[in-house]
C-alpha cells in the first residue's frame, strides 16, 4: 500500500485549485449521505490519495461537496443506472464505473456489459489502472 500511495503522490500534478485531502469526520459524513459502509481500504484511500491528481481518470472525493467527483453524487448516478448497491462507485470511466465491492475487491462495470474486470484491491486497481492512465 505504501509503495502506491507513494507513487501516486510522485505523480501528483500541480493545478491552481488543488484538491482538499478530507479528514475522518468527511468519510464519515459520506458514509451518512450514502447509507452505506465503506470498505476500510476505500476509507484509507480516500484518506491519503484522493486529493492526488494525475492522469485521466477522477476517482471519487468526500471534501467537496461540490466537485463533480463527490462520492455521494457519483454513487446517486452509478445507482440510478444500475450499478448494484453492493458497489461503491470509485470512478467514473467511459460510460461505466470503477467500484469497490463489498469484499473489497475493485471491478469495473458498464450498464451494457455488468462486471468485465476485477482486481484484488483498491491499492492493487490504483497501481494498475489509475497510476498509468
Same mark, same amino acid.
Given at each position: ?24 469526520? @468527511? %468519510?464519515?459524513?459520506?458514509?451518512? /449521505? ?5 470498505? $476500510?481500504?476505500?476509507?484509507?484511500? !480516500?484518506?491519503? &490519495?484522493? @486529493? %492526488?491528481?494525475?492522469?485521466?481518470? /477522477? ?5 467537496? $461537496?461540490?466537485?463533480?467527483?463527490? !462520492?455521494?453524487? &457519483? ?59
Amino acid at each position: 500500500m505504501q509503495d502506491v500511495i507513494d507513487a501516486l503522490r510522485e505523480a501528483n500534478i500541480d493545478v491552481v485549485t488543488p484538491l482538499d485531502l478530507p479528514d475522518f469526520d @468527511d %468519510v464519515v459524513a459520506a458514509e451518512e /449521505e450514502i447509507c452505506v459502509p465503506l470498505y $476500510p481500504d476505500f476509507k484509507e484511500f !480516500l484518506l491519503t &490519495v484522493s @486529493d %492526488v491528481i494525475c492522469g485521466s481518470l /477522477e476517482p471519487v472525493t468526500v471534501a467537496d $461537496p461540490f466537485s463533480h467527483t463527490h !462520492l455521494p453524487e &457519483v454513487a446517486a448516478y452509478a445507482w440510478s443506472i444500475g450499478l448494484s448497491r453492493e458497489h461503491t462507485p470509485i470512478c467514473a470511466h467511459d460510460g461505466g464505473f470503477y467500484a469497490v465491492t463489498i469484499e473489497g475487491a475493485v471491478v469495473y462495470w458498464t450498464p451494457e456489459s455488468g462486471e468485465v474486470e476485477e482486481w484484488t484491491t483498491v491499492w492493487e486497481w490504483a497501481r494498475e489502472v489509475w497510476l498509468v492512465s
